[in-house]
Each structure stands twice: as C-alpha cells, then as structure tokens.
C-alpha cells in the first residue's frame, strides 16, 4: 500500500460512523452483512449509509458482492492488512522483538 491509499483509508476511518461501519464488518466475519442490516444495526439512514459505503470501499478497505437485490459487504482484509504493513514498515529500528507484542495482539494470539 503505498502513502496515497494509506491517506484514503485513514479519510475513511476518520468518521464516526463509516469507523462503526468497518468494526461491525470485521466482527461479522467471512458471513458479512448487507447493506440494510448494517444501516439497521447503526441506525443510520439508507441515502447516508450508502454514501459511507462507497467512501470505504473507495479506500479499499471493504468489499462487496451483489445478491440478488440487496448488496453483501465484507471487511477487506488485504486492504487492512496492507494498511497495518505500511504503519508497521519500519517498525522498532531494526528491534523487531520490540515489535512482537503489537503483533501477536493483532493476530489475536494475546495471552
């Protein structure tokens, strides 16, 4: 991911409810969610919910699959994925057992 797309992401993020939208999308998983629920589960209005969606998927951080008439959305791991690699790119000068804790807290293997 290169500076440009990382600035994108952050844009997207950096608005309470497209952030929500995108925390709901990664709890939700593989099974993902359309569009109406997640409007529901915010309360947030169909016009509005549908601009947030398109802001985030712009920034590659989500992903959409047409089922039918509704609209599935997903979190776009590669898209985080290559979000955190470029934060973490140079991470801890050249210590990466300093670095450790913040990885293994974002693969989830806390103690």
């Known amino acids: 991911m290169d500076k440009e797309s990382v600035l994108d992401a952050f844009a997207a993020l950096g608005q309470p409810t497209r952030l929500d939208v995108f ?3 990664i709890k939700a998983g ?3 969610m359309p569009a109406g629920d997640i409007g529901e589960a915010l309360n ?3 016009n509005t919910m549908s601009a947030n969606l398109a ?3 712009r920034s590659g951080l ?3 699959r047409r089922e039918g008439r509704s609209i599935r959305y997903f979190a776009n791991m590669e898209g985080l994925r290559g979000l955190l690699a470029f934060l973490m790119e140079d991470c ?3 210590s990466p057992e300093l670095c ?3 990885i293994n807290e974002l693969a989830c293997e806390c103690g």
């Open 23 to 25: 925390r709901l999308l």
């Open 30 to 32: 593989e099974t993902g």
């Open 44 to 46: 947030v209005r169909q």
């Open 55 to 57: 802001i985030l998927a």
């Open 62 to 64: 989500i992903r959409s």
């Open 92 to 94: 801890c000068g050249g």
């Open 100 to 102: 450790q804790p913040v």
